[in-house]
């Protein structure tokens, strides 16, 4: 742990940025939190709408099991206390896009409490300084209903699909103290609710969006006041929003001014925030329990299915690939910071191992620089990912079975791999097709040898009389000659025994 | 402890200013007379129920039903929706699928 050395140069000195984040994660789920209707994104406008989550009188909420297991599981991740006895509260406010006129909430009695995230603070460096973020409560929620502005010259539309979706909203303490470190936690945190499974992070569609709060100070002085800027939705915004929201309240202070809690909104393309007046009223909720719904009673089977089907996070995961699997710590951050990349990794190296008849450790380094290298490069250029990727697990790992038993030099894997990605086809197969093996045919590398020394009589001359780096130029003519197609390290040594 | 705190608390009163606050955070348009009305009214409730306050609750956890019973959880499955002509049947404006209000923008 280091502390921050993160500072606003201000007329009178500097300061510190205080930074806390609450963080809105929609849970993954079919159904809506308390009704049947579903959560799929980008349906037509009001036709995922059950009459509770039009808040029609007369309908009651019932909660739905697995938006409560995955709010459980997310905790369980982050090694948070998990309360086995939580409560539904009601957050009174008005506004189109609420039809009950409050939001349930939890604000008395959340279902998880305090947890703890470890961030890495030079992503590019994974043994640089960590540090440990404090998570103060997870609770559940619903989500609210969606207002479009731009589609009548007087009216407003409200599409309700999301209204009543579940929410996770994950609140962060006042731990964070640099833009760095805010986007280090919600990369993090992401990363951890996609291995989790109990929210898709999508940022651009919504899944995740961020409340941030920041306040400055000159360093080892109180806390000062706090303003909150609502509905961040990217990590570079995030850390925009921090960075221009500390220098104006230190331009602020420094005109002898002073700071207002007060809600403030993003503007992306102008690149600052601006206060929302009309959410001055907003603070005074009115909270209540809701009578419409019990205290929610975990018990101990409920709380032991959630530990038991948590899947290895990814610190753990990672410490194992550098272990067990010997990769690199560069390399063993990079696989498993996306689930994804660690589930086609996996793969990989299971269909390696046993294609090639070889443990685990034994194929994991090989797999992880050709899928960092080799397969992330092509994706790159052919504007794919891995879920779009032309090539599978298994046909990777056939490929690198062929290297691995000098089938294919790494010259000539490339250019197979190239014809995979085109048509597909299987890495033997297309050895078998157009003859790509690697020879070790000596016979044929020596006769080819020895016509590039009688060609190049001169260098021949120049290498005998000490000039050692023409070497590589005998070495690349007679793989020339070999079609590419020659074992390199038998040239080595013909054309060594040869050049004497 | 809660009891204790109650009884020694002054006894909770609303003035004109907080009923005012009250209805517009409510959104009940009230008239000045029918606020000050409301007033001495809004009093005698709260008045009424502070004499709960009176009573000695220390160690019995409050009461969430009157028979017990724990909140039923269900399963994660689609069951509602695609029930849009319902949905809009009571909106005093509906358009191309939404409901229509006045503009509201920040």
Redesign the interface.
Known sequence: MTESTYRIHGATGDWEVVIGLEVHAQITSNAKLFSGAATAFGAEPNTQVSLVDAAMPGMLPAPNRECIRQAVRTGMAIEAQINKYSRFDRKNYFYADLPQGYQISQLYHPIVGEGQITVTLDEKHPNSATKTIGVERIHVEQDAGKLMHDQHPTRSYVDLNRSGVALMEIVSKPDMRSPVEAGAYVRKLRSILRYVGSCDGNMEEGSMRADVNVSVRKPGEEFGTRTETKNVNSVRFVMAVIEHEANRQVDVLEAGGKIVQETRLYDPDKNETRSMRSKEDAHDYRYFPDPDLLPLELDDAFLAECRASLPELPDAKRTRYETELGLSAYNAATLTAEVETTRWFESLVSESARAQGKSESDVARAAANWLLSELFGALNRLGKDLETSPVSPAQGAELLALVADGTLSGTLAKQVFEIMLETGDAAGKIVEEKGLKQTSDTGAIEEAAAKVIADNADKVEQYRGGKEALFGFFVGQTMKAMGGKANPKVVNEILKKALG | MERARNASAARMSIDLQTVK?IA??A?ISVTDGEAQALVPELNNILGWVEQLGEVDVAGVEPM??VIP????????????????E???ANAP?A????????????
């Open positions: 606050k517009s955070l959104r969430t039903a019973n724990t909140l039923r959880l269900r399963d994660d499955v689609v069951t509602d929706g695609n029930v849009r319902k949905v809009l404006q358009e191309q699928g939404f409901f229509a209000v006045p503009k509201v923008i920040e």
